[in-house]
C-alpha cells in the first residue's frame, strides 16, 4: 500500500512559493461553497508514521483554511476513561454538523493499529475492529459525511532519521520520548498492521490517500491539492437522498393473511388496582436494587419506549424512575430533530445521550423514529429507513458490547383503546393539551404504523437486544409487566457476564 | 428476528387455489422479461429449520416457473473435497449469467452456521465469515445480481412435531436421519446463530425475508408473492452501471512531482548471454523442486503476468513452465471478455481458473484487466474500477487464506524500448503476426497507464498479495529476476505456514 511513497518525493522552494497562494484562495471559495451550500461535512483524518508530518499538516490546513469553520481533534489510544462508553462514541460527539469541516489527528485507526503492534488485540479482533469502522464509514458517506484519509508514510530509514533530527534539536526533543522510540522499534510491525488496515478500510466510497512525508513542500502541497479536489467534488455532488440503492422495491411484503404481530396479542389482561399497588411495589424494588447492584457499576442501561399515541408511554416512565435515585437516571423525550440535529447523520442525536457505565437512560421515543414516523410520513426515503434497519442494529451491538444494558419496550394498544383514551383527554379539562389535531391525523394511518412496527420488530429483535411487545390497553397490568420484564431482563445480562 | 413467523399463518384451500393461477402467470411474464432484458440475474437462496418445507418450495418454484432458464442446486456442509478450493469457489461455478436465475437450495449460509452450532467456529470466526458473505453479496448486487434470501421459519414445537410426523411416514422417513435428530436437539444453538446471521447480512442490497414455514399453502403463496415483487423490481430497475457512487470524484490524485513508481526503476541493469542460460537453469531446477515438495500438495499456485505491450509477458511464461511437469500447471491467457463471461460479475471467469491443491496456474493477464484496459479505455465506469481494488483485495485475500500461494508480476519497459520492440516486430516477418495497429493506439495511452499501473500497486500490493515490479528492458536479465523471485517468494509463503 505504501509503495508510491517509498520513491523520494520533492517540490523545490521556487515551485511551492508560486504555487501556495492560488490552492490557499481555491481551499478557502471551496470552503465556504460548502458552507454556504450545507449539504454535507467533510472530515480529515490524519494518520500515518510517527514523525512523519502529520502535526504539521493539521497546522498548515489550519493556516490555508479558515479555522473558525473547522473543528481540530487530537485522539491517542483509548484510556480507561474512554472504555466506560461504547468506542465509537467519542468521535460520534465531535462530528462537524453539514457545511462544516473537522480535522482529526489520529482518529478511529489509531487504537486499533496500536492495540494490533504491541499484541492487546489478536488477529481476529484486529480484523473485527476495521470491518466496525468499515460500517461506520460507510455509514457516515450514506449520511453525506465526505471523508478524506490521510497517510503520511516514512521509510524505516528516514522515519529514524527523523526521530534523530528531532530529538537533537532542543526546540523538538520534547516531542520524542519513550513511547515514540518503542514505536520504531517496532516500525515493521506497524507497516504490516497498517497494511492490513488499509487494504481493508479502501473502500470506494472512503479511498485512503498515502503521502510521502519526507519533503515538507511536497507534503503540503500534496495534501492541499487533494483536500481541494475532494472539497470541490463534495460541493458538485448531489445531495446524499438523491442517491439510490442499486435494486428499487426491497421493501418488506406485508403479511400475506394479514395477521401482523400486534393483531395477535391477547389484549385481554388486567390486574386489579389493589394486586396493582402491591406487585408495583414489589418490582420498583426490585429495580433499585438491581441500580445499586455492584455489577452496574460496570455496565450501563438503556431503555426504550416506543408506542402509539396514548399507549402509556410517559406515565409508564414515571412509575419506572420513580424507584431509582435520582443522580442514577436521565429522561430523554425525543421529539422531531431541531435544527442543529438536522445537520447530523441521523444516529448523532441518541449516541450523544449514551450513558457512562453506572448510569442509566430512559428514551420516550428513540431512534426507532427512522423506522417509524419518518418512513410513514415519508421524511426520509425508502433507502434511508431501509439501511437504518442495518445501522441500528450495529449502533445497538456497539453498545451491548461496551457493557450497555439496551431494553426495549412496545406498548401496544388496540385502536379501539385509543379511541377511548383520545375522547378521554378531549373531555377531561387537565388532559387536554395532550391530544392535538396530529394525534387524529396519526391515527388515521394506524394500518401503516401497524406494518412499520411489524417490520421494525422482525428486523431489529435481536439476541443483542430483543424488542419487548407489551399489551397496553389495560395500563395498571402493562405497568406491572413492564416493571417485571425490565427486571428480569437486567438480571438475566448481569449473571451472563459474570 | 423470527418474530412475525412465530405467529401461526394460514391461507385456506380455497383461497389458495383461487390465486395460485393469477400468481403462475406472473411470475412467468416476469421470468421472460427478465430474460429478454439480459441485463440482470436473479439468485435464490433457500435456507431455514430442518423440517420447514425447504425442499417441497424448491420444488414448488420450478413448477411455476420456467426450469429451463433456471439453475437448482443444492449445497450441504463443506467435504474435505471443498477445502481444496477457496470456500466461494463453489457458489461462483453456479452463478447465473444475466437474464437467469438460479435456486440455491442450502447456500453460503449452510456452512458457517452449521459449524458455530457444532463449536468447530468460535464466535469471531463465525463474525469474519458472515463478514465475508457481507462482501460478497454487494459485489454481487453491484454488478447485477438480485437476490431472494428466503428463511423457512418453524417454532421449536413445530419443528419437533414435524420431524416425528416426518418419521412415521413410510414415503418420508428416509429424510430423517441421525443428522436431522442432532439438528433438532441443538435447535436453540441453531435460532441463536441463525439470529446472527441474519442480523448482520440483512442489508439494504440484500435483505431477508422470513416465512412460517407450517403451513404449506401459505409457504407456497408468501414466497411465490415475494419471488414475484422481486422479480418485477429487477425488471424495472435502471442497470446496474447507472447507480452512482455517492460522491463523485474520488478518483486517486496523480503524484505531484509527476514521478511515478516505473520511472523510478533501474532499467540499466544487464546480463550476459552465458550467466543467462546458467542462472535460468538453475532457478528452473529450484522451481521444478518447490512443485515437487510434499508441502504444495496442501498449497496451489497462481503466478499473475501483467505488463505493456510487449514487455515480454508471453517469452517469459513458456521459461517459467519449462520446469514444470505438464500434468502441474495451466496457462490461462486473458483477453477480452465473450459473450458468456460479460453475462457473469467480472471476477467470475478468473474464479473458474482457481487450482485445486497441489496445482498452478499462470494468468498471462489477469483481472487487473479492470483497474487498467477497462478503466484507460472507458469501457467500465468511475465506480465500478474503483471499486474493483476492493473487491480484488478481498478476492486474492480469500485465495491466500485457503492456501493459494498468489505471485503477481508486472513486467516495466521503457516507451523506448517498446518503440525498438514494435519496429524489429514489424521488420522480422515471423513476428509480424504480434504487432497489430491496436498496439500502436495502446502506445498512445502510455500516460494513463502509466498512472493506472501507479494506482493498481499502490492499493492492491498488500501483504496478502504483493506485486513484484520487474525492469524489463533487459529480457534475459528480467526472466532470471522473475524466476528468482517467483521461487524466494513461494519458498518464504510454503515456510510461513509451517
Given at each position: 500500500?505504501?509503495?508510491?511513497?517509498?520513491?523520494?518525493?520533492?517540490?523545490?522552494?521556487?515551485?511551492?512559493?508560486?504555487?501556495?497562494?492560488?490552492?490557499?484562495?481555491?481551499?478557502?471559495?471551496?470552503?465556504?461553497?460548502?458552507?454556504?451550500?450545507?449539504q454535507r461535512a467533510l472530515v480529515v483524518l490524519?494518520?500515518?508514521?510517527?514523525?512523519?508530518?502529520?502535526?504539521?499538516?493539521?497546522?498548515?490546513?489550519?493556516?490555508?483554511?479558515?479555522?473558525?469553520?473547522?473543528?481540530?481533534?487530537?485522539?491517542?489510544?483509548?484510556?480507561?476513561?474512554?472504555?466506560?462508553?461504547?468506542?465509537?462514541?467519542?468521535y460520534?460527539?465531535?462530528l462537524?454538523?453539514k457545511?462544516?469541516?473537522a480535522?482529526l489527528?489520529?482518529s478511529w485507526y489509531?487504537?486499533?493499529?496500536?492495540?494490533?503492534?504491541?499484541?492487546?488485540?489478536?488477529?481476529?479482533?484486529?480484523?473485527?475492529?476495521l470491518e466496525r469502522i468499515r460500517h461506520f464509514e460507510r455509514m457516515l458517506v450514506a449520511e453525506g459525511v465526505v471523508l478524506v484519509k490521510f497517510w503520511?508514510?516514512?521509510?524505516?530509514?528516514?522515519?529514524?532519521?527523523?526521530?534523530?533530527?528531532?530529538?537533537?534539536?532542543?526546540?523538538?526533543?520534547?516531542?520524542?520520548?519513550?513511547?515514540?522510540?518503542?514505536?520504531?522499534?517496532?516500525?515493521?510491525?506497524?507497516?504490516?498492521?497498517?497494511?492490513?488496515a488499509l487494504r481493508k478500510t479502501s473502500q470506494p466510497e472512503a479511498p485512503w490517500h498515502v503521502?510521502?512525508?519526507?519533503?515538507?513542500?511536497?507534503?503540503?502541497?500534496?495534501?492541499?491539492?487533494y483536500l481541494?479536489s475532494m472539497l470541490q467534488s463534495a460541493v458538485q455532488s448531489p445531495p446524499p437522498a438523491a442517491a439510490a440503492t442499486p435494486?428499487?422495491?426491497?421493501?418488506?411484503?406485508?403479511?400475506?393473511?394479514?395477521?401482523?404481530?400486534?393483531?395477535?396479542?391477547?389484549?385481554?389482561?388486567?390486574?386489579?388496582?389493589?394486586?396493582?399497588?402491591?406487585?408495583?411495589?414489589?418490582?420498583?424494588?426490585?429495580?433499585?436494587?438491581?441500580?445499586?447492584?455492584?455489577?452496574?457499576?460496570?455496565?450501563?442501561?438503556?431503555?426504550?419506549?416506543?408506542?402509539?399515541?396514548?399507549?402509556?408511554?410517559?406515565?409508564?416512565?414515571?412509575?419506572?424512575?420513580?424507584?431509582?435515585?435520582?443522580?442514577?437516571?436521565?429522561?430523554?423525550?425525543?421529539?422531531?430533530?431541531?435544527?442543529?440535529?438536522?445537520?447530523?447523520p441521523?444516529l448523532?442525536?441518541?449516541?450523544?445521550?449514551?450513558?457512562?457505565?453506572?448510569?442509566?437512560?430512559?428514551?420516550?421515543?428513540?431512534?426507532?423514529?427512522?423506522?417509524?414516523?419518518?418512513?410513514?410520513?415519508?421524511?426520509?426515503s425508502?433507502a434511508d429507513?431501509m439501511r437504518?434497519?442495518d445501522e441500528?442494529?450495529a449502533?445497538?451491538?456497539?453498545?451491548?458490547?461496551?457493557?450497555?444494558?439496551?431494553?426495549?419496550?412496545?406498548?401496544?394498544?388496540?385502536?379501539?383503546?385509543?379511541?377511548?383514551?383520545?375522547?378521554?383527554?378531549?373531555?377531561?379539562?387537565?388532559?387536554?393539551?395532550?391530544?392535538?389535531?396530529?394525534?387524529?391525523?396519526?391515527?388515521?394511518?394506524?394500518?401503516?404504523?401497524?406494518?412499520?412496527?411489524?417490520?421494525?420488530?422482525?428486523?431489529?429483535?435481536?439476541?443483542?437486544?430483543?424488542?419487548?411487545?407489551?399489551?397496553?390497553?389495560?395500563?395498571?397490568?402493562?405497568?406491572?409487566?413492564?416493571?417485571?420484564?425490565?427486571?428480569?431482563?437486567?438480571?438475566?445480562?448481569?449473571?451472563?457476564?459474570?
Amino acid at each position: 500500500m505504501f509503495e508510491s511513497a517509498e520513491i523520494e518525493h520533492h517540490i523545490d522552494r521556487a515551485t511551492y512559493k508560486a504555487e501556495v497562494p492560488a490552492l490557499r484562495t481555491a481551499l478557502l471559495q471551496a470552503q465556504y461553497a460548502l458552507l454556504q451550500q450545507a449539504q454535507r461535512a467533510l472530515v480529515v483524518l490524519i494518520n500515518g508514521v510517527d514523525g512523519a508530518g502529520r502535526s504539521e499538516t493539521v497546522n498548515t490546513l489550519n493556516a490555508w483554511l479558515d479555522p473558525r469553520h473547522i473543528r481540530t481533534e487530537a485522539f491517542d489510544v483509548m484510556t480507561e476513561e474512554d472504555y466506560r462508553r461504547p468506542e465509537m462514541w467519542r468521535y460520534w460527539q465531535v462530528l462537524p454538523p453539514k457545511g462544516q469541516m473537522a480535522i482529526l489527528f489520529g482518529s478511529w485507526y489509531t487504537d486499533p493499529i496500536v492495540s494490533r503492534v504491541y499484541g492487546r488485540d489478536d488477529a481476529d479482533r484486529f480484523a473485527r475492529r476495521l470491518e466496525r469502522i468499515r460500517h461506520f464509514e460507510r455509514m457516515l458517506v450514506a449520511e453525506g459525511v465526505v471523508l478524506v484519509k490521510f497517510w503520511f508514510h516514512l521509510p524505516k530509514k528516514a522515519a529514524r532519521a527523523r526521530l534523530k533530527a528531532l530529538a537533537a534539536d532542543p526546540r523538538t526533543a520534547w516531542r520524542i520520548g519513550p513511547r515514540e522510540k518503542a514505536h520504531l522499534k517496532r516500525y515493521d510491525d506497524f507497516i504490516v498492521a497498517s497494511d492490513e488496515a488499509l487494504r481493508k478500510t479502501s473502500q470506494p466510497e472512503a479511498p485512503w490517500h498515502v503521502i510521502d512525508g519526507r519533503d515538507e513542500a511536497y507534503r503540503n502541497l500534496a495534501a492541499g491539492r487533494y483536500l481541494l479536489s475532494m472539497l470541490q467534488s463534495a460541493v458538485q455532488s448531489p445531495p446524499p437522498a438523491a442517491a439510490a440503492t442499486p435494486v428499487a422495491a426491497a421493501e418488506p411484503a406485508p403479511p400475506l393473511d394479514g395477521k401482523t404481530l400486534l393483531q395477535a396479542l391477547d389484549y385481554g389482561q388486567r390486574v386489579s388496582r389493589e394486586r396493582y399497588e402491591r406487585l408495583l411495589e414489589r418490582w420498583q424494588g426490585r429495580l433499585n436494587a438491581l441500580s445499586r447492584d455492584a455489577r452496574m457499576r460496570e455496565r450501563s442501561l438503556v431503555v426504550v419506549f416506543e408506542g402509539m399515541d396514548a399507549a402509556g408511554k410517559g406515565s409508564t416512565i414515571r412509575r419506572l424512575v420513580a424507584a431509582w435515585d435520582a443522580r442514577y437516571y436521565r429522561v430523554v423525550p425525543i421529539a422531531a430533530p431541531n435544527e442543529n440535529e438536522r445537520a447530523q447523520p441521523y444516529l448523532w442525536r441518541f449516541w450523544r445521550y449514551i450513558p457512562a457505565h453506572g448510569r442509566a437512560v430512559v428514551f420516550d421515543r428513540s431512534w426507532y423514529g427512522r423506522v417509524l414516523v419518518e418512513r410513514v410520513e415519508g421524511f426520509c426515503s425508502l433507502a434511508d429507513w431501509m439501511r437504518a434497519y442495518d445501522e441500528i442494529n450495529a449502533y445497538e451491538e456497539q453498545l451491548t458490547e461496551a457493557g450497555v444494558i439496551v431494553a426495549k419496550f412496545w406498548l401496544a394498544i388496540t385502536p379501539d383503546e385509543q379511541l377511548r383514551r383520545f375522547r378521554e383527554r378531549e373531555t377531561t379539562p387537565y388532559k387536554q393539551h395532550k391530544i392535538t389535531p396530529e394525534d387524529w391525523r396519526n391515527r388515521e394511518k394506524w394500518p401503516q404504523y401497524e406494518r412499520a412496527v411489524q417490520d421494525m420488530v422482525d428486523r431489529t429483535s435481536t439476541r443483542v437486544a430483543p424488542w419487548h411487545v407489551v399489551a397496553s390497553d389495560d395500563k395498571l397490568w402493562m405497568r406491572v409487566q413492564v416493571l417485571k420484564t425490565l427486571c428480569r431482563y437486567v438480571q438475566r445480562q448481569l449473571d451472563r457476564r459474570d
